[in-house]
């Protein structure tokens, strides 16, 4: 068997076994441990297996990644994507779709200290696709919208599949979190555009938020029912978040608030600004740290994991002890889950990536490439094109870590920058998280929100379309992307 024949036998037995629903680290890693025995020996093969997968994951760098997944948890735990929201929604109330628009926004600032695009469309879809619902948005744009804006979560650092395409192709971390940045913002803003645009003929409008007043109050507030909230606000404070059917049941006196003014600077002080501080506290750690040169990546990942523990204490201090300590417990479970999964595709992609390395399948691509005598941005482009339906199959650490050992020697050897490629690579990505079949954050919107998946991926295309211009745009015009970390090159 030539090696051509050898490398396209392996990518089918691959292919067949992830249709086959075998675990994506076991099929990754067996691909390659068939490949090398047909290549080479069984001698040769133990060896690769006995001893490549420590000498790849018994890195200090790659410790960065539990610390950044912890960090996320603990955010979440904190309560920061709920007290965002809030604000978010407050502060876009007025515009059309303002509460999609609060939920975009709202992702966006809980991803830049989540790292996870499925803990960000998880977290966000329990906040808000219900209230969208409620009143007038579309359930497959409600749920279309907060199932792409959790996409940002991979590319607003931090970001693991930054750390990782980092990692593996030896770039700077701190250059390729830097490059998702502006790329990420300009994202959701272009998100928001399109929300804003679809529900340009509807009312639904979020209203102000205090600390204690529950989402569904707000949002009845929105509906114009001002007086009766402001009732329930005559209510004896007592630290507890009311719902609409615990406070039926009250008794509710009687209040003059004829003339009340919500946008007064009262009800502004009254919103959970703290979520917001805190975002920009672990954002300043990380990123802060990192390029000033105090802290190394990998430090300042632990010491804003460090730093988002105190928030989460602080926050859950009136709950108890007891409370606390189950709030960490679960946040150590689920980083011990998400890193262990990581883990092992790293073992898995290993494998596969040495028998590519000894089939020589990276020069072979190259040559291959050259060969076409095509222009380089637009040979890279037909490359990074095959992303797509890639990501429709496929889980996306999976393609990472297929692909970016395939195309990053092409991209170096056509002229392009590295920290670009990172951009690009990821915002293909993320429209694989999106795009069905697998498209595993409308699966993660879907089951948190109670809903159909098919809801969900009804209401995606036009979000994928955004995407898409938006690729355009970073794809022609790379200093969106390179700006930034040449400004913070360390």
Same mark, same amino acid.
């Given at each position: 068997m030539t090696p051509t024949m050898l490398v396209f036998f392996i990518l089918v037995l691959l292919v067949v076994l992830l249709a086959i629903r075998m675990p994506v680290a076991f099929a990754l890693g067996l691909s390659g441990a068939i490949g090398l025995l047909l290549l080479r020996s069984l001698n040769h093969t133990t060896n690769v297996l006995g001893s490549l997968p420590f000498t790849e994951t018994a890195s200090f760098s790659l410790t960065i990644i539990p610390m950044f997944t912890l960090m996320g948890m603990l955010a979440v735990k904190a309560r920061i994507a709920e007290q965002v929201f809030a604000v978010a929604a407050y502060l876009f109330k007025r515009l059309p779709g303002g509460l999609g628009v609060a939920a975009i926004m709202a992702s966006a600032g809980f991803a830049a200290v989540s790292g996870s695009s499925i803990g960000t469309a998880a977290t966000m879809s329990k906040l808000s696709v219900g209230e969208m619902r409620k009143y007038g948005y579309p359930l497959p744009l409600a749920s279309a919208a907060v199932a792409v804006a959790g996409t940002l979560g991979v590319l607003i650092p931090p970001s693991v599949f930054l750390v990782l395409y980092a990692i593996m192709v030896g770039e700077s971390v701190a250059e390729v979190l830097a490059a998702g940045i502006i790329p990420g913002i300009l994202s959701a803003f272009a998100y928001a555009a399109y929300m804003i645009y679809a529900m340009r003929k509807h009312t639904a409008r979020t209203a102000a938020i205090t600390e204690t007043m529950s989402i569904s109050e707000a949002v009845e507030v929105a509906a114009?029912?001002?007086?009766?909230?402001?009732?329930?606000?005559?209510?004896?404070?007592?630290?507890?978040?009311?719902?609409?059917?615990?406070?039926?049941?009250?008794?509710?006196?009687?209040?003059?608030?004829?003339?009340?003014?919500? &946008? $007064?600077?009262?009800?502004?002080?009254? !919103? +959970?600004?703290?979520?917001?501080?805190? /975002?920009?506290? @672990?954002?300043? *750690?990380?990123?802060?740290?990192?390029?000033?040169?105090?802290?190394?990546?990998?430090?300042?990942?632990?010491?804003?994991?460090?730093?988002?523990?105190?928030?989460?204490?602080?926050?859950?201090?009136?709950?108890?002890?007891?409370?606390?300590?189950?709030?960490?417990?679960?946040?150590?479970?689920?980083?011990?889950?998400?890193?262990?999964?990581?883990?092992?595709?790293?073992?898995?992609?290993?494998?596969?990536?040495?028998?590519?390395?000894?089939?020589?399948?990276?020069?072979?691509? &190259? $040559?291959?490439?050259?060969?076409?005598? !095509? +222009?380089?941005?637009?040979?890279?482009? /037909?490359?990074? @094109?095959?992303? *797509?339906?890639?990501?429709?199959?496929?889980?996306?650490?999976?393609?990472?870590?297929?692909?970016?050992?395939?195309?990053?020697?092409?991209?170096?050897?056509?002229?392009?920058?590295?920290?670009?490629?990172?951009?690009?690579?990821?915002?293909?990505?993320?429209?694989?998280?999106?795009?069905?079949?697998?498209?595993?954050?409308?699966?993660?919107?879907?089951?948190?929100?109670?809903?159909?998946?098919?809801?969900?991926?009804?209401?995606?295309?036009?979000?994928?379309?955004?995407?898409?211009?938006?690729?355009?745009?970073?794809?022609?015009? +790379?200093?969106?992307?390179?700006?930034?970390?040449?400004?913070?090159?360390?």
């Open positions: 114009g029912k001002q007086i009766q909230v402001e009732q329930r606000r005559g209510l004896p404070s007592d630290g507890w978040h009311y719902d609409a059917r615990s406070i039926s049941t009250v008794p509710v006196p009687q209040a003059n608030v004829e003339g009340t003014d919500y &946008t $007064n600077i009262e009800h502004v002080r009254q !919103l +959970p600004w703290r979520g917001v501080a805190r /975002i920009g506290i @672990l954002f300043f *750690i990380v990123l802060g740290g990192m390029y000033s040169g105090v802290f190394t990546p990998t430090e300042s990942a632990a010491i804003g994991a460090l730093v988002a523990g105190i928030m989460l204490a602080v926050e859950m201090f009136r709950d108890g002890f007891k409370a606390i300590v189950g709030a960490f417990i679960e946040a150590f479970k689920e980083t011990a889950g998400t890193t262990s999964m990581v883990f092992s595709i790293i073992v898995g992609s290993t494998v596969l990536s040495a028998f590519f390395v000894q089939a020589k399948v990276p020069r072979m691509l &190259t $040559n291959a490439v050259l060969g076409w005598g !095509l +222009p380089p941005h637009l040979t890279l482009g /037909i490359m990074l @094109l095959a992303l *797509i339906p890639l990501g429709m199959a496929l889980e996306s650490i999976s393609i990472l870590v297929i692909t970016v050992p395939l195309i990053y020697p092409v991209a170096m050897e056509l002229g392009f920058s590295g920290v670009w490629l990172a951009v690009l690579i990821v915002k293909l990505i993320e429209i694989g998280l999106v795009t069905p079949p697998v498209g595993i954050n409308g699966f993660v919107v879907a089951g948190t929100a109670n809903i159909k998946a098919s809801d969900v991926f009804r209401g995606v295309l036009p979000f994928v379309l955004v995407d898409m211009a938006v690729l355009v745009l970073l794809f022609f015009v +790379p200093a969106i992307s390179t700006w930034l970390p040449s400004l913070v090159r360390v």
